[in-house]
């Protein structure tokens, strides 16, 4: 399976400011993804980080609040832009891990505040 | 469309008592799915999977199986511990329109009391 970090793993920001999280994979991964988990809830697809070329949003979320890059097979980048207080979540991001059956591996999550 | 349904919570249980968490899904083709987990502090790890009708998938004392005809994927457990208090995410990978594209219940809080 594969390793997953990122950073930072906890923030407090001020509204209207904008922050980018870094995931890092220990090896290639295929597919990596952005997810959103808000407190006490369940995850909710930002967007799948495609390398070499721009993400594919889901619905509700745009390039505009979220850019994201992947320059390569094992690093992407999540950028929440303009934060409010409805922004404060978990940040998570995952990657396929080298099978084809379909599961996810995640990252610990990057636990953002905004005040 | 997809989406997959789980019993709400929190459970609350005695340790070694008996554990259900029930999960029905919804979707077109033969998806692939999931049991994750997530404890106190932390991000989600897999517990267990099936990617097929009929298929079992059990770690660390869970089982789970995969049940077409009731579009089913309950997770079982015969003697809960304090550690296993954590919330319990259901969910699946659709065989079509985005395969890795992982589709989450809502969660399943368990608490496990000594």
């Known amino acids: 399976s594969a390793v997953i970090s990122q950073k930072p793993s906890r923030d407090i920001c001020q509204r209207g400011t904008s922050l980018t999280i870094q995931c890092q994979v220990d090896?290639?991964?295929?597919?990596m993804f952005w997810y959103r988990q808000q407190p006490g809830q369940s995850l909710t697809l930002i967007a799948t980080?495609?390398?070499?070329?721009?993400?594919?949003?889901e619905s509700g979320f745009v390039i505009d609040k979220f850019p994201i890059s992947r320059p390569n097979l094992t690093f992407s980048t999540l950028t929440v832009s303009n934060m409010s207080p409805e922004d404060s979540s978990i940040y998570l991001c995952?990657?396929?891990?080298?099978?084809?059956?379909?599961?996810?591996?995640f990252g610990e999550g990057s636990r953002l505040t905004v005040l | 469309g997809n989406s997959v349904t789980q019993m709400e919570g929190p459970v609350t249980l005695s340790e070694e008592a008996f554990l259900t968490i029930n999960c029905t899904y919804t979707?077109?083709?033969?998806?692939?799915l999931f049991w994750y987990v997530q404890y106190p502090g932390e991000g989600l790890q897999l517990l267990l999977k099936?990617?097929?009708?009929?298929d079992k998938g059990s770690n660390k004392g869970f089982e789970a199986t995969y049940r077409k005809e009731t579009t089913s994927f309950h997770l079982e457990k015969g003697s809960v511990q304090v550690s296993d208090s954590a919330v319990y995410f259901c969910?699946?990978?659709?065989?079509?329109?985005?395969?890795?594209?992982?589709?989450f219940g809502a969660g399943t809080r368990l608490a496990v009391h000594p």
């Open positions: 980080a495609n390398q070499g070329s721009e993400a594919t949003y």
């Open positions: 099936a990617t097929k009708a009929d």
């Open positions: 995952s990657g396929t891990g080298g099978t084809n059956t379909g599961e996810l591996f």
């Open positions: 969910a699946l990978s659709p065989f079509s329109g985005g395969y890795n594209k992982l589709i």
């Open positions: 090896s290639q991964v295929t597919m």
């Open positions: 979707a077109t083709g033969y998806p692939s």
